[in-house]
């Protein structure tokens, strides 16, 4: 078992700089809200284009591995096999991944992009080119893109921490461009934690939406002082679940997330338009790559920059500001996996279950809404907190249902919220795969105090004002892991050697050879 000490300065530093905000929330939420705002504007107009660039990367990159003579390379010894069983392993990265994101999204964003569809596209509100583009623009934003960026940062650190020995430490990625500078190292560990915090509490605070809003309707039990209760409650039940460790409450709860959520899926396909939804699957798949190129590369450069803060940009910020610890827990739990299987399954699989369940919750509402069995208008008027809900409550088993949609947010709160403090744990004792308990503990406290506080100071939007600042920064972090990773994978034996005679490629391979790659002769790599 493999341990360290908490590195001191990194936690102090770290601790200091997130108390800040927490008092600062504390004694002024106005003032922090005021910032943020500014602070928004201010990326939003200047760097939005980042963002989009970025994650088109992401994904580019990420086939490109996983299509390539890269994609043999196992994350480990040769002769390591996986960890976890494919089950396990799946429930666990997913859970980690998105479900409260799933939850809390699931019918509001392809009902509000059906009233609100984007604008610059020439799509009119209400009509079936709108639900068309609200399905297509919610799989744009929870398939491919967020799972490559998620898959880049997790193969990264495998890569770094089970191929090459260094530890489980968000830095030890950098080693090839930095080598093992302290100081650089902690800085990069110290943009890991606060983004880590604050995509976290983001979650959570959505997660804290929601259940306060499903028990208001069971039990009339809401308003700010309800989710401040909410969100201690349940930081005190993931705190107890991380302190048992990955193979303990994580691996428990993600399972029993995983077969939940598949309960509630089913009643709602069962119960709602069965045969609009089987249409609805492949049409949207179908429509979401026939656009992909379009969504893609959208910057708001000839409309309003409003609505992708509100949408695209967000998600993208939230999705970086998350990466390093959905990236360093798929990449705890993926020991012995080679890296075509690896980014196969971070990208595929999550990304067809969210089709899955967008088609099912979605695009059941907007089949109702339609066809004027319901009306989900008044539900997005109250917040997206609603909608899931809403569209429960039209279906059979309503009160059954609610119930477990509030316990699976619940679950999704506390399995995501324990993965992030073993992360935290993690990146602060300098990669230890079984960081102390106590600092676990330490960690859980901090994010569910940063979620009350973003709560309180702004709701939704202030946990949106915080994703994106922070993520900001770690853009250019995260483009630099993604260097040092091909860096070091060009010399891999693992990945034996590149193909010239005869090769389709084999120009292009030519024109490597003379401009001096070392990776352009004919003979095979040489080993370590």
Known sequence: MRTHKPDVPLFTIAVVL?????????????????????????????????????????????????????????LGRDDDTPEFT?????????????????MFYGVAEPLTHYFKPPPGIGVQTGTADAARTAMEYTLFHWTLHPWAIYAITGLALAYSTFRKGRGNQFSAAFEPLFGRRKGIGRVLDLLAILATVFGTATSLGLGALQVEYGLN?????????AEVIIIVVLTLCFVISAATGVHGGVQWLSTVNVYLALALALVIFVFGPTVAILDLVPASIGGYLSDLIAMSTRTGAFTSKEWLGTWTIFYWAWWLSWAPFVGAFIARISRGRTIREFIVGVMLVPSAVSVLWFCVSGGSALTMQRAGTADFAPAIAKGSEAALFALLDDLPLAAVTTVVAVVL???YFVSGADSASLVLG????????????????????????????????????????????????FVVVMMLMCVALVKELRSDPGAGPLPVRGHPYGLWVAIKRVVGDEDAPSSPLPRD
Request: charged share 10%; with cysteine; net charge positive.
């Open 217 to 225: 309707e069971l039990f009339d039990f809401s308003g700010r002082r």
């Open 86 to 102: 494919t089950l396990a392993w799946m429930a666990m990265m997913f859970a980690a991944g998105m479900g409260i994101g799933l």
């Open 426 to 473: 993690s990146l602060s004792t300098r990669g230890s795969l079984h960081p102390p308990r106590p600092l676990v503990i330490v960690w859980g406290v901090l994010i569910g105090a940063v979620a009350v506080v973003l709560l309180i100071s702004g709701g939704l939007t202030g946990l949106q004002q915080a994703t994106i600042i922070i993520a900001l920064p």
């Open 18 to 74: 997130l108390l800040g905000v927490v008092i600062w929330g504390a004694v002024s939420a106005g003032s922090l809200n005021a910032v943020g705002e500014s602070a928004l504007g201010w990326v939003l107009a200047n760097c939005g284009w980042v963002f989009v660039v970025a994650a088109d990367f992401f994904l580019v990159l990420a086939l490109v591995l996983a299509a390539g003579r890269y994609g043999k390379v196992r």
């Open 409 to 411: 947010i619940a679950l």
